[in-house]
């Protein structure tokens, strides 16, 4: 396994609300990407989701933990699937800040 996929979300919602959105926003992502990715695993601790999910064939898992002001996507990518890590990172930035915008 190579680094880490990060992705760091700024928000202004406060911890339990942001928690709130990414738990509904969970449910929608499944059904929007259920071509792409099956989401095998996710357990929360606290403020942090632990999960594992599958594309093409390949297991990766990661964590989403949340802050007070931002939200930390990281990802550990098999090394298939870290030809399109950079394409995950801008996907995961724009849907986690449409998620996160103060409404």
């Known amino acids: ?10 928000h202004r919602l406060g911890k339990d609300e942001a928690v709130r959105r ?5 449910g ?5 990407f259920a071509m ?4 095998e695993d996710e357990r929360w601790d606290g ?8 594309s093409l064939g390949q297991r ?6 949340v802050y007070d002001g ?5 990802v550990r990518l098999p090394w298939l ?8 990172q801008r996907v995961i930035g724009r849907k986690g800040q449409l998620m996160l915008e103060k409404k």
């Open 1 to 10: 396994m190579s680094e880490p996929l990060v992705v760091n979300i700024p």
């Open 22 to 26: 990414i738990r509904d926003g969970l």
């Open 28 to 32: 929608r992502a499944k059904s929007e």
């Open 36 to 39: 792409l990715i099956t989401l």
């Open 47 to 54: 403020d942090t989701l632990h999960f594992a999910c599958k």
């Open 60 to 65: 990766a898992h990661g964590t989403i933990a």
């Open 70 to 74: 931002a939200v930390r996507v990281e």
């Open 81 to 88: 699937l870290q030809r399109f890590a950079q394409a995950a």
